[in-house]
């Protein structure tokens, strides 16, 4: 059992990069994404309202499967060899529109007052959303954020179907070549600990920083 732990302390590596690095990605874009939503513009609205519409209507597991199987076939250009690479597009792209709505519900939960005073005070939209609103939205972000971080963490079980060798994949591998369920013991206990270091990581944050108390 002692040969267990070292692919699965790597599969812990490409779980925890994967994860962190795409929701980090996924954040930046979401800001972009909810400005769009709640903007007033036609254009950049419809296009980021349909964003996070189709990313959040359809499985992560497809949007997967699509980005690694299904562009090369649209163009020989667009093919990702790159498993880690392909994970990391899909991933972002998927945290980012829930990540966007986070974002806009953040927003839009400050009081209206802080934008009449901001305009009162000559501010631009955008320097109200850059030094006013959003600064404050920031402290209401760490609860829902630290969710969709813990959820995605769970998810990035899914990249073992392109061959990516994250905890789920390794547990496999070893499950194959030993012809022993045992392993998926170790994996869980694994994916446990990962789960509580980061919860409790958020976890303080959270009350650090929050809003919530």
């Known amino acids: ?5 070292p692919p699965l302390l790597d599969g812990a590596r490409i779980t925890i990069s994967l994860t962190v690095v795409s929701v980090c990605a996924g954040l930046v874009l979401s800001l972009f994404l909810a400005l769009g939503k709640i903007s ?7 296009f980021c309202s349909a964003y996070i519409f189709f990313f959040r209507g359809t499985p992560l597991l497809m949007q997967l499967y699509f980005i690694y199987y299904g562009l ?4 020989p250009a667009l093919t990702i060899n790159d498993r ?32 009449e005073a901001s305009r009162a005070l000559g501010l631009t939209y955008g320097q109200t959303m ?3 609103i959003i600064p404050q939205s920031i402290r209401r972000l760490i609860p829902p954020v630290g969710n969709e ?3 995605m963490l769970k998810d990035a079980s899914l990249v073992s179907i392109i061959a990516l060798t994250d905890i789920t994949k390794a547990t496999r591998s070893i499950s194959s070549s030993t012809a022993s369920a045992m392993v998926y013991i170790p994996a ?8 509580a270091v980061f919860s409790v990581v ?8 929050s809003v919530y108390e």
């Open 149 to 151: 971080f813990i959820m």
């Open 84 to 115: 880690f690479l392909a994970a990391f597009i899909a991933f972002s792209l998927n945290s980012a529109a829930y990540c966007a709505e986070i974002i806009r519900a953040a927003i839009q939960s400050i009081d209206k007052g802080q934008f």
């Open 188 to 195: 869980m206990i694994l994916y446990l600990i990962i789960t």
């Open 202 to 209: 958020f976890h303080r944050l959270e009350k650090r920083y």
């Open 72 to 75: 090369p076939q649209i163009h």
């Open 1 to 5: 059992m002692l040969s267990w732990i």
């Open 130 to 132: 850059r030094l006013v």
């Open 40 to 46: 007033k513009k036609a254009v950049p609205n419809r």
